[in-house]
């Protein structure tokens, strides 16, 4: 398994930022770090699904049409071509673990709705 030089370096983004833990072929795995009362944008992918378990913090999470509240330990998916977001609901920095399977990791594959920091392009 080949993984690439660049992981374990923070990717920052306007509403907290990322870890690349694992990058191959067959999978991508994420530390995600959400600051207080940020969110990222509605969005979908055409050729990932996203497994979200939840280490730190309380989130709101949109999946479709659906909004749930989650916690330490609790874990969602996020199907292929299913718009969505988290949101940092509380007063702390919110971490989660995402795991990517698919066809494409890239972070182009993102296709925003509605973007809090003016990314829609």
């Known amino acids: ?11 920052t983004r306007p509403w907290g930022g990322y870890v690349v833990l694992i990058d191959n072929e067959n999978y991508k795995v994420k530390k995600l770090v ?9 969005q979908f992918h ?3 699904t996203e497994t979200w378990t939840i280490v ?13 509240i989650y916690a330490y330990g609790q874990t969602v998916s996020v199907p292929v071509g299913t718009k969505h977001r ?3 609901i509380g007063d702390e920095i919110a971490e989660i ?8 990791f890239g972070e182009d594959d993102i296709t925003r709705l509605e973007d809090d920091f003016g990314r829609i392009k």
């Open 86 to 88: 988290v949101e940092n």
């Open 34 to 42: 959400i600051n207080p009362k940020k969110r990222f944008s509605l």
């Open 97 to 104: 673990i995402e795991v990517q399977t698919g066809s494409y």
């Open 56 to 68: 730190k913090g309380k989130v709101e999470i949109t999946i479709g049409d659906k909004k749930g």
């Open 46 to 48: 055409n050729k990932r």
């Open 1 to 11: 398994m080949s993984t690439k030089n660049e992981l374990h370096k923070l990717e």
